[in-house]
């Protein structure tokens, strides 16, 4: 045994003090380093302006994307106070700006409910950032404060007056700590879309001042709701057809708990419910998504018993029945919420879920009644849920007893890797058999299989289960994979337990086709094998779209702005090529520039907002031509359209 001449003692412990753990390990905080935890930062500062308004003293809410890509967060608050803590010999402001596990929502006092899990969420974007600001309005003043990385950079001073009170925060990331750095505008917006139809009443606005138009006014949106989660599930069914011609709406309280649920239903064939506690998105579900979904099948069963309506279905009711083509958005608040699950977005607490079956029990009661001939269209839309699911099994059965899913083991046109350990291995879905050949040439074949596909597969948006089975690029996915599906309780359910690669990445032409074709695979993934985004899996490829020459020197580029770049930087006469194909690219061009991890750009599909995927999903890849059409004269402007 080798002799240890490094003594092990009390000095090598490391004791972190103030902010300095969210420096070392900021992902423990704030969940990652990319695009995501970035984000995150602007959450946390919005959540503290929506406590103010749950707590009733806030209306307004503006956020704002500066040119350098830091961010202003304005409300209308009380102010976050300034006198002197007590216990820590400084103002309160440098208290919840500098020590973790600080703020007012620990008081129940001072906020009921709060949309903060432990109340690090300031101090943490303050710790992470090279630059904030905050500046107070209260008692008449303005007070402000500035920060680097989590400490002090000037003295809290009076630096002006104010007949308004309320708080602004200006912040600016940390570009060492974090992989990306610049907002994207959209996923702002979607978080405050969801937070004005969770919030109704409150005011929240998104200025992007890096969007000028040409008379010198920057992009804005302001969102706002009267009606809440009614209008919030109008939003999300905007692209379906409707079942019923109502959104069912109650807004209440049950022991102590405010209760607001909003639900319809649809002509798909999907089950899509979104769940919030304090305006956190509860992904993983929890005691009030159980109190729901048993308020919901016990008074639909209980009606349809009465009126005699389930006689003529002749196969036996399953809960999943009465939840097919259902949309429903559920938001609770609770004073102490206990989470748990992997990712702590599961609702823990026992007494919501009576609060909320209960609620819902109350609500669907009343709407039945009053209501008979829409009740008898969900009914009915449950008895063809049964007799669907009842011949999908049928037909899946038959499908797989004279064609096995596995029979034959892996798809013949797939090109495996060396490796058997998952989290190393990575498959690219390339289009076509010529991309390919050239992708299975360019590839690390220690870790790195390939999958052609022939053509575009079966849009899933539109199609019955035994048609999907039927499909066979389809069939060849689940088989490269190693996923299985169906159980006897859910013929859908999806098992990942031995998926056979932890990176799977769409690679097709940069062009309309290979968009459209990316797009169902998308749809695919998110309808059929949404525990692959979940878990982080699937990617999205980015071949560059042009070549640029200039004598010896060459570079690829992905946009407009980048081959005008190389053609400023490199004096003489300049070739650009323009890629339509991955066929059109050598073996070592692929591997260069789209498939070595050293130097390909790989984005990560994400469903963080799910309720806004499932209607733009449902928008490009269902029946209804008229929203698409609308959606692609509105953006056709940053369309990439090849002749």
């Given at each position: 045994?080798?002799?240890?001449t490094?003594?092990?003692d ?22 990652d ?26 209306k307004?809410i ?7 890509n830091?961010i202003t ?9 300034v006198?002197?803590h ?10 919840v700006?500098t020590?973790l596990?600080?703020?007012g ?47 002090p950079?000037?003295?809290?001073t009076?630096?002006g007056?104010?007949?308004t009170?309320?708080?602004t ?12 750095t610049?907002y ?10 969801d ?7 409150i005011t ?13 006014n920057?992009?804005?949106e ?23 011609n ?31 506690v ?20 016990m ?27 259902l949309t ?10 206990q989470?748990?699950?992997q ?38 839309k ?5 007799q ?13 007893r004279k ?7 892996l798809?013949?046109?797939l ?18 058999d010529s991309a ?7 590839r ?11 053509g ?20 060849n ?18 098992n ?16 309309v ?35 640029c020459?200039?004598?010896k ?8 702005l ?24 050598s ?6 520039t789209?498939m ?10 994400d ?11 449902s928008?490009?890849?269902?029946e209804?031509?008229?929203p698409?059409?609308?959606f ?6 940053y369309?990439?359209?090849d002749?």
């Amino acid at each position: 045994m080798a002799e240890v001449t490094e003594n092990y003692d009390a000095n090598k412990i490391q004791v972190l003090e103030g902010l300095e753990a969210v420096r070392k390990r900021p992902a423990m905080y704030i969940g990652d380093i990319s695009a995501k935890g970035l984000h995150h930062l602007v959450y946390e500062v919005v959540d503290n302006s929506i406590d103010e308004a749950l707590a009733g003293y806030a209306k307004n809410i503006e956020v704002t994307i500066n040119k350098d890509n830091s961010i202003t967060v304005v409300d209308d608050g009380r102010g976050i106070p300034v006198d002197m803590h007590e216990k820590e010999h400084k103002s309160a402001l440098e208290v919840v700006l500098t020590v973790l596990h600080a703020g007012g929502k620990f008081d129940k006092g001072s906020y009921k409910v709060s949309g903060g899990l432990h109340g690090v969420g300031v101090s943490c974007v303050n710790a992470l950032s090279t630059y904030l600001r905050a500046e107070v309005r209260r008692g008449g003043k303005v007070y402000a404060q500035e920060y680097s990385c989590g400490k002090p950079t000037s003295e809290l001073t009076i630096v002006g007056e104010s007949e308004t009170t309320g708080t602004t925060i200006t912040f600016k990331p940390d570009a060492s700590i974090f992989t990306v750095t610049e907002y994207d505008y959209q996923t702002l917006a979607n978080r405050l879309r969801d937070l004005a139809y969770l919030n109704s009443g409150i005011t929240l606005t998104l200025t992007d001042m890096r969007n000028i138009d040409s008379e010198g006014n920057p992009f804005t949106e302001t969102f706002y709701s009267t009606h809440g989660l009614r209008e919030f599930v109008q939003y999300i069914d905007s692209n379906k057809e409707s079942l019923i011609n109502d959104v069912i709406h109650l807004s209440t309280e049950r022991s102590g708990i405010p209760v607001e649920v909003a639900f319809t239903y649809n002509n798909t064939y999907n089950e899509n419910i979104y769940s919030f506690v304090n305006n956190i998105n509860t992904i993983e579900g929890g005691t009030h998504l159980t109190g729901f979904r048993r308020g919901l099948t016990m008074t639909l069963k209980k009606y349809a018993d009465d009126n005699n309506m389930l006689k003529q279905a002749k196969v036996e009711i399953a809960a999943e029945d009465f939840r097919e083509g259902l949309t429903a958005v559920i938001s609770v608040k609770v004073m102490e919420p206990q989470f748990e699950g992997q990712t702590k977005t599961k609702l823990g607490n026992n007494e919501v879920m009576g609060a909320v079956q209960t609620a819902v029990s109350e609500a669907l009661n009343i709407y039945l009644e009053e209501n008979p001939s829409q009740a008898r269209a969900i009914v009915k839309k449950v008895i063809l849920a049964a007799q669907a699911r009842q011949a999908a099994r049928n037909a899946r059965d038959k499908i797989l007893r004279k064609s096995p899913l596995y029979s034959g083991g892996l798809p013949g046109k797939l090109a495996d890797c060396s490796s058997r350990n998952a989290d190393e291995c990575e498959i690219f879905l390339v289009e076509g058999d010529s991309a390919g050949g050239t992708a299975k040439k360019g590839r690390n074949r220690q870790f790195q299989a390939i999958l052609p596909l022939r053509g575009k597969i079966l849009n899933v948006e539109k199609a019955m289960e035994h048609r999907i089975l039927e499909n066979e690029e389809i069939r060849n996915l689940f088989r490269a994979l190693r996923v299985s599906i169906g159980t006897e309780e859910d013929p859908k359910a999806v098992n990942i337990s031995k998926l056979a690669y932890h990176k799977i990445i769409i690679m097709t032409d940069a062009d309309v086709d290979g968009s459209h074709i990316a797009t169902l695979l998308m749809t695919f993934f998110f309808r059929r094998m949404r525990p692959i985004i979940e878990n982080g899996y699937l990617y999205l490829a980015t071949p560059p779209l042009y070549k640029c020459k200039c004598g010896k020197a060459e570079d690829y580029c992905w946009t407009d702005l980048q081959v005008q770049q190389f053609i400023e930087s490199h004096p003489g006469k300049t070739t650009v090529s323009r890629y339509k194909g991955l066929g059109e690219m050598s073996d070592t061009e692929l591997r260069d520039t789209t498939m070595s991890p050293e130097h390909r750009i790989l984005k990560q599909v994400d469903i963080s907002d799910a309720a806004e995927a499932d209607r733009i999903f449902s928008m490009l890849m269902g029946e209804d031509v008229g929203p698409r059409r609308d959606f692609i004269e509105a953006n056709a402007t940053y369309a990439n359209i090849d002749a």
